[in-house]
């Protein structure tokens, strides 16, 4: 069973950095890309980061470009999201997706990791 496990969320300062991570097991190993979505409470779902596994090309959401980074480890079937210059606004619930070959959307999802930034 596909599966994907997010981590490294907490409580930062304003100005501050995190690093989240992602872990996918499972099946799978078909994977056509890998991203990050948030959701702040009263919003809708809103899209962050992903790369395309093969290649490993890159696509953010305008409101964190160049502030977040996405990376992966292909041994470890990983993707990260380094977080810098964090604001309050980037409250929210942290979610990572699979998109298998299969499937013509993020299939997969796990099961969030919180992100809080004080001032």
């Known amino acids: 069973q596909a599966r994907v496990q997010e981590s490294g969320g907490g409580l930062v300062q304003a100005g501050g950095s995190l690093r989240l991570s992602c872990a996918a097991s499972?099946?799978?190993?078909?994977?056509?890309?890998m991203g990050w979505f948030r959701q702040a409470p009263g919003k809708e779902r809103e899209f962050v980061a992903s790369?395309?596994?093969?290649?490993?090309?890159?696509y953010y959401a305008d409101f964190v470009k160049g502030r977040f980074t996405i990376s992966r480890n292909l041994a470890g079937n990983t993707v990260y999201l380094q977080m810098n210059s964090l604001q309050p606004d980037d409250a929210a619930v942290y979610y990572c997706?699979?998109?298998?070959?299969?499937?013509?959307?993020?299939?997969?999802w796990g099961q969030g990791t919180q992100v809080n930034v004080y001032t």
């Open positions: 997706a699979v998109q298998r070959v299969w499937a013509t959307k993020y299939d997969v």
């Open positions: 499972g099946r799978t190993f078909s994977k056509v890309a």
């Open positions: 790369m395309r596994w093969s290649g490993g090309t890159t």
